[in-house]
């Protein structure tokens, strides 16, 4: 198998140009498919806030099941962000990797950015 991400990317990719032809949406700017797609990613996690039981006052059961679904739900929307940014899945490692060591570096008091030194 490839990687993964890949993957993921090529299909979600397969998917947004199959719902753009099918529904014949394909005009829309990339920066408003954006707009729309945070919109639809906010609404994903509200459904996810739903299913990890965030309102204290009701005694709910925790599906699991849910959580991964709408945890997919929200990187379905992600990824397509990413595509019509022109992000790649490449692009999106490196970039996760870099951001990662500056978040480590923060944590352990090593950033050069303001208000992260250790006391």
């Known amino acids: 198998m490839g990687d993964k991400l890949d993957e993921i990317f090529a ?3 397969k998917f947004d140009e199959e719902l753009m032809r099918l529904r ?3 005009h829309i700017p990339w920066n408003e498919w954006i707009q729309k797609e945070v919109l639809a990613m906010v609404s994903e996690l509200g459904e996810l806030l739903n ?3 965030f309102k204290w006052w009701k005694k709910q059961e925790i599906n699991r099941e849910g959580v ?3 945890l997919v739900d929200i990187l379905h929307f ?4 990413c595509i019509k940014a022109g992000i790649s ?3 999106l490692y490196e970039a996760y990797v870099k951001k990662n060591r500056e978040n480590f570096k923060r944590q352990w008091g090593l950033s050069e950015k303001a208000g992260y030194k250790a006391e």
Do not use: G, R
């Open 11 to 13: 299909l979600q990719k």
């Open 24 to 26: 014949n949406i394909n």
């Open 51 to 53: 299913e990890v039981s």
């Open 68 to 70: 991964k679904e709408e």
């Open 78 to 81: 992600f990824v397509s962000m």
């Open 89 to 91: 899945a490449d692009e």
